[in-house]
């Protein structure tokens, strides 16, 4: 049964820095795409960031872009995320998310539906 465990999560201040893990289990996965998203209160589950396996290519939403970096160790079957320059609008549930294939990928990083797993989350909250 594929499982994947994030942790990480904490409150931290404005301008602060947070290390989010997500932890794969059952699943080949250095031939995963993997994916951050994050969830707000009263709001929908947004993207925040993705590495594709087939290209080693890393992509980001806007609003993260030189403040986050995604990364991954293909021997440890773990994704991280590290969030620098934290804000209180980066205040969310945040989840990991596998997507492995058997064939090259090119198939959206940025859209949740094409992800076919997914962690139970963990909580990031930022204070000004």
């Known amino acids: 049964q594929v499982q994947l465990v994030e942790s990480g999560g904490g409150l931290v201040q404005a301008g602060g820095s947070l290390r989010l893990s997500c932890a794969a289990s059952d699943i080949t996965f250095s031939r995963s795409t993997m994916g951050w998203f994050r969830q707000a209160p009263g709001k929908e589950r947004v993207f925040v960031a993705a590495?594709?396996?087939?290209?080693?290519?890393?992509y980001y939403a806007d609003s993260v872009k030189g403040r986050f970096t995604i990364s991954r160790d293909n021997a440890k079957n773990t994704v991280y995320l590290q969030m620098n320059s934290l804000k209180p609008e980066d205040t969310a549930v945040y989840y990991c998310?596998?997507?492995?294939?058997?064939?090259?990928?090119?198939?959206?990083?940025?859209?949740?539906?094409?992800?076919?797993?997914w962690g139970q989350g963990t909580q990031v909250t930022v204070s000004s």
């Open positions: 998310a596998a997507r492995p294939s058997i064939s090259s990928d090119y198939a959206p990083v940025d859209q949740g539906y094409t992800y076919d797993y």
């Open positions: 590495s594709r396996w087939s290209t080693s290519n890393t």
